[in-house]
């Protein structure tokens, strides 16, 4: 017995190290939302509390003292050595030695019911349910409202350049400040009007937006106009973007995480060993990318295995005849590939293998747009659009 338990043993370990997303010893909670302070990770989750790893996010500690038992914590933001949490009935807590210890910080807020949070030049910003935003400028001692200009309305998500300040409310879209949340202008020139965002993430004055159901937008232009940058995405909610360097990681319900390296004009899974494909929340930490799923607790990965996705720039030799279509087309690529066609929300309604130069497709059960053809060879991926008339 005592063999056989160690030939078991010997297995689990090496899978471990060979799988692509590893899974921490964080494997039963469901996280929802990723923070860091120097060699400290801190996780909230639904309905646990607080966990702080030191080591890589590989071991977890509950760092829940003076927090409500069975806490859900929304969003954690951390400005200097402060540490805040938004809790759903609890309101706002804050730590100063590393989640040892929380103390409530309350003061000035009309709900306990807390979405999200973020630090702009000390000012620590919170969304609440219902109620707006409110700013502190004092680390939490006290809050003020600060809705001139937004509706007094869910707030679900919030984020920063330094300089803007973005806000996604439930009813009225995306919003913007650009004095410390004095004031706040709609930036949604370009986002359909029911779309509420769950998610931001900013690289300058880039800005991408994921929705709750119509994949990412981006901004070049610091949210004064928005694009749909949606393809190679198979599922439209994205509750978490992260960033590191051009690329950019999108967390999605449904189909687990994407990568993009061209400023979301094609989207890529990087979902090899990963457990759950339902990701509430990711974030790039050190040399290591992590994300939070729904049932089975964080899995991390290394970004030099994610850095091999490749993308194929140059284009010819592929093509598409006739383009534009009506019934049929036919693909020329030299070599073997996977072939995906993507319609423009990003979903994938026919995939194929070529075993030849030339493939014919049949379109004509197609509804009539523009779709894109994803090719996937030895080489990398390139992609080409075509339409259907």
Request: contains cysteine; proline residues 2%.
């Amino acid at each position: 017995m005592k063999i056989l338990l160690l030939f078991i043993s010997f297995i689990i370990v090496s899978n471990f190290a060979n799988a692509q997303w590893q899974q921490t010893s964080l494997d039963t909670v469901q996280v929802t939302c990723i923070a860091s302070y120097g060699t400290n990770i801190f996780v909230g989750t639904d309905g646990d509390g607080v966990f702080l790893s030191t080591n890589d996010g590989l071991n977890w500690t509950a760092v829940n003292g003076g927090l409500p038992a069975n806490a859900n914590v929304n969003s954690i933001a951390i400005n200097g050595t402060s540490i805040f949490a938004a809790t759903w009935g609890g309101g706002i807590f804050i730590s100063t030695n590393n989640g040892a210890l929380w103390t409530a910080a309350n003061s000035g807020l009309p709900t306990n019911y807390i979405w999200s949070l973020t630090v702009c030049n000390t000012n620590i910003i919170a969304g609440t349910n219902n109620c707006g935003i409110f700013i502190s400028n004092n680390n939490g001692i006290n809050w003020n409202s600060a809705n001139n200009g937004i509706p007094i309305s869910t707030i679900y998500t919030l984020a920063n350049n330094d300089t803007i300040i973005f806000a996604a409310t439930d009813t009225s879209g995306i919003y913007s400040s650009s004095d410390n949340g004095l004031n706040w202008i709609s930036s949604n020139t370009g986002i359909p009007s029911y779309n509420t965002a769950s998610s931001f993430a900013i690289n300058g004055t880039n800005i991408y937006a994921g929705t709750a159901g119509d994949g990412v937008f981006a901004s070049t232009n610091n949210g004064n106009n928005w694009v749909l940058s949606n393809d190679g995405l198979t599922n439209g909610h994205i509750p978490s973007l992260a960033l590191h360097g051009n690329n950019i990681y999108a967390a999605t319900i449904g189909a687990g995480v994407f990568l993009s390296t061209n400023n979301g004009v094609i989207w890529t899974d990087i979902n090899t060993g990963l457990m759950s494909y339902d990701i509430y929340s990711i974030a790039v930490i050190g040399s290591y990318i992590y994300a939070g799923t729904y049932d089975f607790g964080l899995q991390r990965r290394p970004l030099s295995e994610v850095n091999e996705v490749n993308e194929i720039h140059d284009n010819n030799n592929f093509s598409i005849f006739p383009n534009p279509a009506t019934n049929n087309i036919t693909l020329s690529i030299l070599q073997k590939s996977t072939i995906q066609i993507l319609n423009i929300q990003g979903q994938i309604i026919n995939k194929t293998q070529t075993k030849q130069n030339k493939t014919d497709i049949d379109i004509s059960d197609f509804s009539s747009g523009v779709y894109v053809i994803r090719a996937q060879t030895d080489r990398g991926i390139t992609t080409k659009k075509f339409l259907k008339e």
